[in-house]
């Protein structure tokens, strides 16, 4: 009876013990703290490029396929107020007509800027931020966005999977304040 008892608590303490292995791994996430700040300076790389206005080197860091995707501001009624656009080319000419529009400053709050692995091979990325442009009929005012990014290792590279930018909208008033 004891050698049971004995080697069903040896069984259930092995067994706890790999559940806490496997939580902490889990809580760890699947990319290491180097591959973290690679995707960091890959968005800060991003927002340069970005304010620049240099549409090849955006081209170059997204994922070359007909699946990614840049989620934005439309300038055409018939496709909303915000639209996805799938591919290359369709990225390349939304980031075109929106730098021909006149100044875009991205300007993110990198102390909030968040970077997690969903898989050793794809992460997603959440930065607030404010945008300065006047791009379908913005009226070039800094207003806040979220930026979500998702990043796909490309070989030895990580490339934007998916872009997708968000309004945030204002506070809603109050009722007191709209009382008092």
């Known amino acids: 009876m004891q050698k049971m008892l004995l080697a069903a608590t040896f069984t259930l303490a092995t067994v706890f013990a790999g559940f806490a292995t ?5 809580n760890q996430g699947p990319l ?4 973290i700040d690679t995707i960091e300076a890959r968005f800060s790389k991003l927002m340069e490029l970005a304010n620049k206005h240099d549409i ?3 081209h170059t860091m997204f994922w070359q ?27 390349d000419q939304k980031l075109h007509d929106i730098a021909a529009s006149g100044p875009v400053v991205l300007t993110p709050d990198l102390s909030k800027l968040k970077v ?16 300065t442009v006047s791009y379908a009929g913005q009226d070039g ?8 990014i998702n990043w796909k290792k490309i070989a030895k590279d990580w490339k934007v999977a998916s872009e997708i930018i968000l309004p945030v909208p204002p506070t809603p008033v109050s009722r007191d304040a709209q009382q008092g």
Do not use: C, Q
Request: net charge negative; hydrophobic share 45%; charged share 15%.
């Open 22 to 26: 496997v939580a902490s791994a889990t």
């Open 116 to 131: 997690v692995g969903l898989t050793p091979d794809i992460a997603e990325s959440y930065a607030p931020m404010n945008i």
């Open 56 to 58: 090849k080197g955006l």
């Open 65 to 91: 396929s007909p699946s990614a995707l840049l989620v934005a501001k439309s300038a055409i009624p018939s496709e909303g107020n915000w639209a996805g656009f799938w591919g290359n080319d369709a990225i």
């Open 32 to 35: 290491d703290a180097r591959t």
């Open 141 to 148: 005012t800094p207003k806040p966005f979220l930026m979500i």
